[in-house]
Every structure is written in structure tokens, then in C-alpha cells.
């Protein structure tokens, strides 16, 4: 049975730093999320990874691979081996098509953490000080059932901070400036490192100075193509803000 955790805790504190004037409130919440289930992929069947083909007649030949594609051979036959074939196109659909379904563990692992922090400073009985930190780091994995060269995190980390003073100017005059910051940064479809050693060490990738091996995509049998399209996608994004509002009330008020 796939394994399903979920584990979700924190905590909030909060209180009086001076009394009357400053006052504080923090929370923390984390979540850790362990859910797996079974995906299927489609790799070339058995008899292909063992050399055999077929030729001009139907009829089903062996040939030795050649000695720079008998290492990628070699690789498609270590992912299959501990799948599970579900089925095998060739005899299944009568169509000769040289792959075959195999189905196995997808794990998605989510771990996320998120602290709020909050000050509140009475300047004076008419000038409010206020001020706000929020840190969130969240991130997911995908290993699905060729995980050594399919594998990948998605990390996000965004810190955020703000300041605001309310002043009371007279009793129909309310001015209020705010100056907020953030930061963000999205780390997307980076290789998961502790997976890729049967590729790395198999001496597979195709530049001497890449870190992993590049993407293999197939254009007969929908195989499933493996490796990676980029070493990681990086996004960042800075916002600073700055507002200020006055409140003028002109009227009669009972």
C-alpha cells in the first residue's frame, strides 16, 4: 500500500513587551507531507533492451548495440528492473511497437514552514508604530518510478516585511504611511541529488561539465524521456513599497 503521512503542527505566542505601550504576536505553522502512490511510464520492451529488432521482413533479429549506445541500453535496463511490466505493446496491440508499460512508486514529498511575527509600538497617546515579518519556505519533490534521472525539487522561499505609522493629526485628521519588502526566490525543476549517482557514476552525461545526465527523448513507442532539460530554473522577484494615506473627515457628526 503506498504510504500516506501527514504531519501538521505549530504554535502561536503573544503578550505585552512593555506594559501599555508594546505588544508582540508570533505563530509558527509546518506541514510534512509523505504521500505516495503507483504511476505507470513507458520504456522499451524487454527484447528491444537485449538487442533485438526487427527487420524488413518482421522478423525478429539480434544485433550488438553499438558501443556508444550500449551504455544508454544498459541504463534503460536498470530502471526497468525493479518496475513492475504491465504491459508489453508488441504482443499486446499486434501493432510491433517496441515498448512496454511499467508501473511503480511515485512519492511527492512536501515539506513547508511559516512564521508570522508582529510588533505594535504606542509612540504616544496619537502615534501608532507597527511592524510585520512573515518567512515562508516551502518544497516539493517529484520521484516518480524512473526517479534516478527524473527526479526534481521545487523550492520557494519568500520573506516579507513591513512597517506602518499611524498618526493622528487631529480628530478629523488620520495620516497612515506604510513601507513594505519582499523577497522571493522559486528554485524549480532542480535534480534531486541524492538520486542521480547511478547516472553520474555510469559516466553518462553528455558534457564533461555538466552535473547530470541531458534529456533523452524517443520519437517511436511514446518511451518516456529521461534525464534533464536544464540543471534548475531560478526566478527571483523584489518588491518595495511605499504608501501613504490621509484621512481628512468634514462633516457633522452626532
Given at each position: 500500500?503506498?504510504?500516506f503521512?501527514?504531519?501538521q ?18 505563530s ?6 509523505r504521500?505516495?502512490t ?9 527484447r528491444a533492451?537485449?538487442?533485438f529488432?526487427?527487420?524488413s ?12 549506445i550500449?551504455?544508454?541500453l544498459?541504463l534503460?535496463q ?5 518496475l513492475t511490466?504491465v504491459k ?9 511497437i517496441e515498448s512496454a ?7 511527492r514529498p ?8 508582529r ?8 502615534h501608532?508604530?507597527?511592524g510585520?515579518y ?8 517529484r520521484?516518480?518510478p524512473i526517479?534516478p ?6 523550492d520557494?522561499?519568500?520573506h ?5 505609522l499611524t ?11 506604510n513601507f ?10 532542480v535534480p534531486s541529488?541524492?538520486v ?18 541531458g534529456q533523452?527523448?524517443q520519437?517511436?513507442g511514446?518511451v518516456?524521456?529521461i534525464g534533464?532539460?536544464?540543471e534548475s530554473s ?12 490621509l484621512?481628512?473627515?468634514?462633516g457633522?457628526?452626532?
Amino acid at each position: 500500500k503506498p504510504e500516506f503521512k501527514r504531519n501538521q503542527f505549530g504554535g502561536t505566542l503573544g503578550g505585552p513587551v512593555i506594559r501599555d505601550k508594546t505588544f508582540f504576536f508570533g505563530s509558527f505553522e509546518g506541514l510534512r507531507e509523505r504521500r505516495g502512490t503507483t504511476d505507470s511510464v513507458t520504456l522499451p520492451r524487454p527484447r528491444a533492451l537485449q538487442g533485438f529488432y526487427l527487420d524488413s521482413n518482421d522478423q525478429e533479429q539480434r544485433r550488438t548495440p553499438d558501443p556508444g549506445i550500449a551504455p544508454y541500453l544498459g541504463l534503460y535496463q536498470q530502471l526497468a528492473a525493479p518496475l513492475t511490466l504491465v504491459k508489453d505493446f508488441y504482443t499486446a496491440t499486434g501493432d510491433k511497437i517496441e515498448s512496454a508499460q511499467y508501473a511503480g512508486p511515485l512519492n511527492r514529498p512536501v515539506n513547508s514552514d511559516f512564521v508570522a511575527l508582529r510588533m505594535d509600538h504606542q509612540l504616544t497617546g496619537s502615534h501608532l508604530l507597527s511592524g510585520t515579518y512573515n518567512w515562508d519556505d516551502s518544497g516539493r519533490e517529484r520521484r516518480d518510478p524512473i526517479a534516478p534521472v527524473s527526479a526534481f525539487t521545487s523550492d520557494a522561499l519568500r520573506h516579507t516585511i513591513s512597517a506602518g505609522l499611524t498618526s493622528i493629526l487631529s480628530p478629523t485628521i488620520l495620516n497612515e504611511f506604510n513601507f513594505g519588502y519582499s523577497n522571493f526566490d522559486i528554485a524549480h525543476e532542480v535534480p534531486s541529488a541524492d538520486v542521480v549517482n547511478l547516472v553520474d557514476n555510469a559516466g553518462l552525461k553528455f558534457r564533461s561539465d555538466a552535473k547530470h545526465i541531458g534529456q533523452i527523448a524517443q520519437g517511436w513507442g511514446n518511451v518516456t524521456s529521461i534525464g534533464y532539460r536544464n540543471e534548475s530554473s531560478l526566478y527571483k522577484q523584489r518588491v518595495l513599497t511605499l504608501k501613504d494615506g490621509l484621512s481628512v473627515t468634514r462633516g457633522n457628526h452626532s
